[in-house]
């Protein structure tokens, strides 16, 4: 009995080609399974549709940028452990983190698709900033914003991921809440895991449920089946060449710098005390406004998501 697979497609998405997208479906076809493409009309379609498809179909694929698996997360999430259909998701964004995140090519669509129907299915964390789904990172402070103010600058699809240090280096000279304020007057905040409590002042924080953003390497050893994540605080300036340093040659990324700029947890929860940031948090590349009426974040594992990914068996 053949397979009934929902590809769910972002044709705005900045990777996104027909030529490309027939080249997929017949993939699909010769993985076994019976694709039926669905053009996704509108950021909050899966959210809407997830019950009905999650009954039609033995495999859900989105076909997008990053923020597409963002919004697949918050719809799985929804069914509250009742999921029946594999998700998976093939990369048709500009930076594409989600590649690497679930082994597969960054900007090969057809090849990530076979891999992924080849691939093995595992228990995914689902990890919550303020109870809202994260697929891999939630950022804020300096800089971190840039993923999705450029999409006002409309040359996503010109340039590419140079487009993201272009406008970011613009940003960073004309945008004061960008940098420069931060810098001056930096966040006062408390933060909390299972086993401490610390005060201290930060200019950028970091929550990864992943391997890979924005390009870089943050933790290439990391488990996304364990039940924690990984957080990464920069005090000041001088701290960030060292990581982004870290990011292109040590083995673990990021990770293992030092325990006040990075560490593993299971629970966090982060107090701001002067004020909070001035930009939304970017989650997976997307504006959340998760600080509304409050001044605390707190981050948890809650519940699996059944993720196809191009690991080996």
Same mark, same amino acid.
């Given at each position: 009995?053949?397979?009934?697979?929902?590809?769910?497609?972002?044709?705005?998405?900045?990777?996104?080609?027909?030529?490309?997208?027939?080249?997929?479906?017949?993939?699909?076809?010769?993985?076994?399974?019976?694709?039926?493409?669905?053009?996704?009309?509108?950021?909050?379609?899966?959210?809407?549709?997830?019950?009905?498809?999650?009954?039609?179909?033995?495999?859900?694929?989105?076909?997008?940028?990053? !923020? #597409?698996? +963002?919004?697949?997360?918050?719809?799985?999430? =929804? @069914?509250?452990? /009742?999921?029946?259909?594999?998700?998976?998701?093939?990369?048709?964004?500009?930076?594409?983190?989600?590649?690497?995140?679930?082994?597969?090519?960054?900007?090969?669509?057809?090849?990530?698709?076979?891999?992924?129907?080849?691939?093995?299915?595992?228990?995914?964390?689902?990890?919550?900033?303020?109870?809202?789904?994260?697929?891999?990172?939630?950022?804020?402070?300096?800089?971190?914003?840039?993923?999705?103010?450029?999409?006002?600058?409309?040359?996503?699809?010109?340039? !590419? #991921?140079? +487009?993201?240090?272009?406008?970011?280096?613009? =940003? @960073?000279?004309? /945008?004061?809440?960008?940098?420069?304020?931060?810098?001056?007057?930096?966040?006062?905040?408390?933060?909390?895991?299972?086993?401490?409590?610390?005060?201290?002042?930060?200019?950028?924080?970091?929550?990864?449920?992943?391997?890979?953003?924005?390009?870089?390497?943050?933790?290439?050893?990391?488990?996304?089946?364990?039940?924690?994540?990984?957080?990464?605080?920069?005090?000041?300036?001088?701290?960030?060449?060292?990581?982004?340093?870290?990011?292109?040659?040590?083995?673990? !990324?990021?990770?293992?710098?030092?325990?006040?700029?990075?560490?593993?947890?299971?629970?966090?929860?982060?107090?701001?005390?002067?004020?909070?940031?001035?930009?939304?948090?970017?989650?997976?590349?997307?504006?959340?406004?998760?600080?509304?009426?409050?001044?605390?974040?707190?981050?948890?594992?809650?519940?699996?998501?059944?993720?196809?990914t191009g690991r080996r068996k």
């Open positions: 009995m053949t397979k009934k697979c929902a590809l769910i497609y972002n044709p705005k998405a900045s990777g996104f080609k027909r030529k490309t997208f027939q080249h997929i479906l017949e993939a699909i076809k010769e993985e076994g399974f019976f694709p039926i493409p669905i053009e996704s009309t509108s950021a909050s379609f899966l959210s809407n549709n997830i019950g009905a498809l999650n009954e039609q179909f033995n495999i859900i694929l989105t076909m997008g940028g990053d !923020g #597409t698996v +963002s919004t697949a997360y918050e719809a799985f999430h =929804q @069914l509250d452990g /009742n999921q029946k259909a594999i998700y998976g998701h093939i990369p048709a964004g500009t930076t594409n983190d989600m590649g690497p995140n679930t082994f597969v090519p960054r900007y090969n669509p057809v090849k990530a698709t076979k891999k992924l129907l080849n691939g093995p299915v595992e228990h995914r964390e689902i990890i919550t900033i303020n109870n809202k789904p994260i697929a891999y990172v939630g950022a804020m402070g300096i800089l971190a914003p840039v993923t999705y103010l450029i999409d006002k600058s409309n040359d996503k699809k010109d340039a !590419g #991921t140079f +487009s993201y240090i272009r406008y970011g280096a613009y =940003q @960073l000279f004309t /945008n004061p809440e960008l940098y420069q304020n931060i810098v001056k007057e930096p966040y006062q905040i408390t933060y909390e895991t299972s086993d401490k409590k610390i005060r201290t002042k930060v200019i950028f924080i970091a929550i990864f449920n992943g391997r890979s953003f924005a390009n870089l390497r943050i933790n290439p050893r990391a488990n996304m089946c364990d039940n924690n994540f990984e957080v990464a605080i920069v005090h000041k300036p001088s701290e960030l060449l060292p990581l982004l340093a870290r990011s292109f040659f040590a083995p673990n !990324g990021i990770m293992n710098a030092n325990e006040q700029n990075t560490f593993s947890t299971d629970y966090l929860k982060l107090t701001f005390e002067n004020k909070t940031p001035y930009y939304p948090i970017n989650c997976d590349g997307d504006p959340k406004e998760l600080l509304e009426g409050t001044n605390e974040l707190e981050v948890k594992a809650a519940g699996k998501i059944l993720q196809l």
